[in-house]
Each structure stands twice: as C-alpha cells, then as structure tokens.
C-alpha cells in the first residue's frame, strides 16, 4: 500500500500560482501513474491532471489546460501540481492519487490540501 500526503494549499488571489505536492511512501512508487483531482463544496469530486509513470504523458481537464503543469520526481517519491492563472472556480480540496493497473482505479488517496482563489 501507498501513503500520499499533499500540502502547499492555501489561499491566493485570482490570477496567481500555487504549487502542491504530494509524498509518497513506498519504494515501488515510480511503477504507478498518479493523478490530481479536486472537490469543491457540494459538487463531486472532479479529475484534474495525470502522469504516467515515466514522466512521459501527461493528461489534463479542459478546465485546467493551459495553466496547470503535472510533474514528478522518482527518486524523491514526490509528484507535484503547478498551478497558473487561479480562478475562484478553482477553490477546492486538492487530492493526490495512485492509479491501480491491476484494479484499473485509483485506488490509494492523499487527505487533500485546500486551495482558495478569492476574487
């Protein structure tokens, strides 16, 4: 099993940059591909950007494409969102997860970090 945990949240004024990462525990980290996603109050939680495992494909929302960047660093089990041009429609919890080939899910989840854009 895997243990995720996010931070770098925190509130910032529309128009400007957060960079979140997530730490991963467990040394078969760099044999997953990992995901962001987000849940705003009262709406459900929503995919935001992946990452094979290689660092080689990236995959994005239409919502956030253009000013968010997905990354990572295997030797340092980390994997990181950096984030653009925030909107206040991109206030919600931010989640790091790990994708399951085996289950096709994700299956292990981080307990997020909150981002607020104010307007």
């Known amino acids: 099993q895997v243990q995720l945990v996010e931070s770098g949240g925190g509130l910032v004024q529309a128009g400007g940059s957060l960079t979140l990462s997530c730490a991963a525990s467990?040394?078969?980290?760099?044999?997953?591909?990992m995901g962001w996603f987000r849940q705003a109050p009262g709406k459900e939680r929503e995919f935001v950007a992946s990452?094979?495992?290689?660092?080689?494909?990236?995959r994005y929302a239409d919502s956030v494409k253009g000013r968010f960047t997905i990354s990572r660093d295997n030797a340092k089990n980390m994997v990181y969102l950096q984030m653009n041009f925030l909107e206040p429609e991109d206030t919600a919890i931010y989640s790091c997860?790990?994708?399951?080939?085996?289950?096709?899910?994700?299956?292990?989840w981080g307990q997020g970090t909150q981002v607020t854009v104010s307007s």
């Open positions: 997860a790990v994708f399951r080939d085996d289950l096709g899910k994700y299956a292990y």
């Open positions: 990452i094979t495992r290689s660092g080689v494909s990236t």
């Open positions: 467990g040394r078969t980290f760099s044999s997953y591909t």
